[in-house]
């Protein structure tokens, strides 16, 4: 878990031990703890129990983001599934134990503007999960110099649709 949160959400250990790991991404002393207990089970159908759907981090930077599915998927990590909300470009990962992991960029680059597209947009009330996208086809559209606005734009309208898209967004089953 601690290996792969490295590469994913460029989380280092605090402290690491051989029963527990906290790890963070900035200046905080942990955001995410790890805990190793012979009492702790795994969960049973956990992609169709109620709780925790995921975690999310996120780029500033949409390049940033986009080299940062390059990157781990060179590392055969891949997203379950990407949507663009309109207020974020989100790829969305399963972990070693199957939690969900949201790395995303902000679609308005501005935290109050998304927040209030958020909360006033009819279009946001209607349709919150949004658009699936393939992030290949991203890469190809930012390689043909698209913009990062004209490619949330054409996401978010659905033209960079998978060839299969999810059926749902519920969290795969990893056990």
Known sequence: MVAWYEKVAGLTPVHYSDGAAWLTNDEANHRVAFIAHPAIKKPVDKSTSAGLHHTAFEYTDFDQWLDNYLRLKDEGILPFMSLDHGITMSMYYADPEGNGVEIQVDAFGDWAVSKEWMWASREFAE?????????????????????????????????????????????????
């Open 127 to 175: 349709n919150p999960i949004g658009s699936f996208f393939d992030p290949d086809k991203l890469v190809e559209a930012r390689e043909q110099g698209l913009t990062k606005d004209e490619i949330h734009a054409g996401a978010h309208a659905g033209n960079y649709a998978p060839e299969n898209p999810p059926a749902d967004i519920l969290l795969p089953e990893v056990y």
